[in-house]
């Protein structure tokens, strides 16, 4: 093999070995007790991993699409909960018999208690995802280093959003380099419908109604009152020693509690 080909073939195998991953840092505040939590975003093509810091909580989530599962852990406790795709299955049919029990044990009580225990199953009960309609109010705005458009959000009539959005190319990755968030998403779609629209999802469709690219600030509205604020802070593309993404030695593993 020649010199000119060699290097070819090694700066190749480079690309292969050590392509940068993405590191993104961001601040949630929420609008109540103005608690600041730190969310660290580390995203390879197979896995990523989110630390989460505030006056409370020390913790970190593991995400292996290579190898189908998600970890837990805690770093103040010094253990970690393991789930695979078969416990997600397992969570989901629990949740399914748990609701069947109720509603048979229902139909034997006298209708007010009856009603009373309705009431309390659909406070219990997850809501669904409201449908949000965004338009564009502004261009060219900044938050920190990125020029963003501006969207309102709106539920029906009401307000529920604020976007400040960027092109991929400007905050410096690509759509394809957080695809794992997608591959997170189908993890737990056996238990939670859509799961993949609440793993940071970035911009909806290119169609009217939506957004397209990173929301760098979203502030959410309830009511008409600031409910949280959400701003990424900082976005660099970083190689990770691949410990990054395994549990830290020494954490005790806690049992996932699915009765069988």
């Known amino acids: 093999m020649n010199n000119q080909k060699a290097l070819v073939l090694g700066i190749f195998l480079l690309f292969l070995i050590a392509y940068p991953g993405v590191r993104m840092v ?49 770093h103040k406790e010094k253990s970690y909960m393991e789930i695979t795709k078969e416990d997600v299955k397992k969570m989901k049919g629990k949740m399914e018999e748990g609701m069947k029990m109720m509603e048979e044990m229902m139909e034997d009580l006298p209708p007010e208690q009856r009603k009373r225990m309705e009431e309390v199953m659909k406070g219990k009960t997850p809501p669904k995802e409201r449908k949000i309609a965004y338009k564009k109010v502004a ?21 529920v959003r604020e976007v400040w959005a960027t092109d991929y190319p400007k905050i410096g990755i690509k759509p394809e380099e957080v695809k794992v968030l ?45 409910e949280f604020t959400m701003e990424i802070k900082e976005v660099k593309k970083e190689s990770f020693k691949p410990q990054i993404f395994e549990l830290p030695k020494g954490y005790k593993k806690e049992k996932l509690e699915i009765e069988e």
Not at 30 to 51: P, Q, V, Y
């Open 139 to 159: 261009s060219g705005q900044k938050v920190n280093q990125w020029l963003c458009d501006k969207y309102e959000g709106y539920a029906g009539k009401e307000k």
């Open 26 to 74: 961001s601040l949630y505040e929420n609008g109540i007790g103005k608690e600041k939590t730190t969310h660290t975003l580390l995203i390879e093509k197979d896995r990523m991993r989110t630390d989460i810091r505030d006056s409370e909580t020390d913790m970190s989530i593991i995400f292996r699409g290579d190898k189908n599962l998600f970890w837990s852990i805690d």
């Open 182 to 226: 997608e591959e997170m998403g189908k993890f737990f779609s056996e238990m939670i419908k859509d799961a993949a629209a609440h793993f940071y999802r970035f911009g909806t469709e290119k169609k009217e109604g939506g957004f397209w690219g990173v929301p760098v600030r979203i502030i959410g509205y309830e009511k008409g009152k600031k």
